[in-house]
């Protein structure tokens, strides 16, 4: 396992963790459970501890996972403030392999300060809100990426001269369609083999997300990739050629995959593809709530995920 991946990590206040453990990541963990127990929040989680390398990428990252949760609030709306969102935070806190995390909102005498990690405390009249997106690290939700974000994660597929590769994954996915390209600045548009030039919106939201994947994992080389709902428009048949092009480009390119689902398909597939490709740094984590309220993370490996697969017992 790379020495960036993260292993374990323990969360403490933040959305529905109040004390929570998890440990035994591998390259590629799937995470599941019962729907509203924590999934997306845990990779939001996961995904500001590893994104905190600087009070600029700490802000960007409780700034990011608010926004893109919240994403259908702003788009009739002015956006909020980097300040209002990281005063409705409050407080985050969390500990990994890789490193210690904190943020608070704290009151002296009336005057609010924001303090980063154990030592930095900042005047929120004084907060310049400046925020930076680390390069290696992306994070799909649900809403799927904008055209501009498709746009930078496709940058890394030229940089690498992997267009070629990524025409054949398409090809895979419909058998129609020739390639893609950005055209006229952040269009993303596909050619079927008998036509012109089509936007990338009019063949389903399941293509645009397929290939959102494949090109940030060129962009997140030795780094970190979340995806919410992985399946997200795309048809249970197409599963076995997603999670092999994930496994198999995840390992070239050194990239640690978070992603959730709620779909038996998509773990089956998933199970059915690591056993035939031999890959075994693959995990599944399910997710439960306790009698008590907490969230308990049951972290299943690759043998004990085939024999949850093979005698037919939920996994979900």
């Known amino acids: 396992m790379s020495e960036h991946f993260i292993k374990n990590i323990e969360i403490k206040n933040f959305k529905l963790f109040k004390d929570f453990k998890a440990e035994g990541f591998g390259k590629v963990n799937l995470i599941g459970g019962k729907n509203n127990v ?18 600029e990428h700490l802000t960007y990252a409780l700034y990011a996972c608010t926004h893109n949760r919240n994403y259908l609030e702003y788009v009739n709306n002015k956006e909020p403030s980097v300040k209002k ?23 002296i005498n009336g005057k609010k300060k924001y303090k980063f990690f ?14 930076k997106h680390a390069d290696n690290i992306e994070f799909i939700d649900n809403f799927g990426f904008t055209n501009y974000e498709l746009k930078l994660v496709y940058e890394a597929v030229q940089i690498k001269d992997k267009e070629e590769v990524l025409y054949e994954y398409i090809n895979e ?27 990338l919106n009019e063949f389903g939201d399941g293509l645009k997300h397929y290939i959102s994947i494949i090109c940030s994992l060129y962009a997140c080389v030795n780094g970190y990739l979340f995806i919410d709902e992985i399946d997200n428009g795309i048809h249970y ?38 056993k035939r ?31 949850v697969i093979d005698d037919e017992h939920e996994v979900r």
Not at 179 to 196: E, H, V, W, Y
Not at 252 to 265: C, I, L, N, P
Request: proline content about 1%; overall charge negative; charged content about 30%.
């Open 173 to 199: 996915f419909d058998k129609n369609i020739l390639n893609f390209k950005i055209i006229g600045g952040d269009k993303p548009q596909c050619k079927k083999i008998k036509g012109d030039y089509q936007d």
């Open 38 to 55: 924590g999934k997306t929040a845990f990779m939001e989680a996961v995904y500001v501890n590893v994104h905190s390398e600087s009070i």
């Open 85 to 107: 969102i990281l005063d409705a935070i409050q407080f985050y806190e969390s500990e990994s392999n890789i490193k210690t995390v904190k943020f608070e909102v704290i009151s």
């Open 237 to 274: 048949t197409k599963l076995d050629e997603l999670w092999e092009i994930i496994l198999t480009v995840s390992k070239e390119q050194s990239v640690q995959v978070f992603a959730t689902t709620h779909s038996k398909e998509c773990i089956e597939s998933y199970a059915r593809v690591a």
């Open 277 to 307: 490709l031999e890959d075994y740094d693959v995990k599944y984590i399910k997710l439960s709530k306790l009698k008590d309220g907490s969230i308990y993370a049951g972290v299943r490996d690759f043998d004990m995920l085939q024999y």
């Open 118 to 131: 154990d030592d930095i405390e900042i005047n929120k009249n004084e907060f310049s809100e400046d925020y």
